[in-house]
């Protein structure tokens, strides 16, 4: 289970937003109930928000998920030279694939609107 996203839900209570990786099939969700993504939504996002990630970046790994075919998402958290806070980002790499670096806040919306829209349904 990787943590991609956490917020103060209406009652100033923090939640947070998971992907699992189970049986080949990613799923998003809460630690009590998650659905599952269309094959292929990591890759999609990742390809239209993602940016090559850059190796020297200074960067403290937080956490990773081993996905099929020997790629992994990797949660990192950044502090460029002109922030206060650092930041969180989403590393998709794999054999043969540019690594792909994202916000995690972006992706983590990006694939819950997939949820929300596909259902859990197969795509």
Do not use: W
């Given at each position: 289970m990787l943590k991609i996203?956490?917020?103060?839900?209406?009652?100033g209570v923090l939640?947070?937003?998971?992907?699992?990786?189970?049986?080949?099939?990613?799923?998003?969700?809460?630690?009590?109930?998650?659905?599952?993504?269309?094959?292929?939504?990591?890759?999609?996002?990742?390809?239209?928000?993602?940016?090559?990630?850059d190796p020297d970046a200074p960067i403290a790994d937080v956490a990773s998920l081993v996905l099929a075919d020997g790629r992994m998402l990797r949660h990192v958290r950044h502090l460029a030279g002109y922030d206060v806070i650092a930041r969180d980002y989403l590393v998709y790499e794999g054999p043969e694939m540019t690594p792909l670096c994202a916000l995690s806040t972006t992706v983590a919306r990006a694939l819950e609107h997939l949820a929300s829209v596909y259902g859990g349904r197969s795509a």
């Amino acid at each position: 289970m990787l943590k991609i996203r956490e917020f103060a839900d209406t009652g100033g209570v923090l939640s947070a937003i998971y992907l699992l990786h189970t049986d080949g099939i990613l799923k998003i969700g809460s630690e009590a109930a998650s659905v599952a993504l269309p094959e292929n939504a990591l890759a999609v996002v990742m390809a239209r928000y993602g940016a090559p990630f850059d190796p020297d970046a200074p960067i403290a790994d937080v956490a990773s998920l081993v996905l099929a075919d020997g790629r992994m998402l990797r949660h990192v958290r950044h502090l460029a030279g002109y922030d206060v806070i650092a930041r969180d980002y989403l590393v998709y790499e794999g054999p043969e694939m540019t690594p792909l670096c994202a916000l995690s806040t972006t992706v983590a919306r990006a694939l819950e609107h997939l949820a929300s829209v596909y259902g859990g349904r197969s795509a």
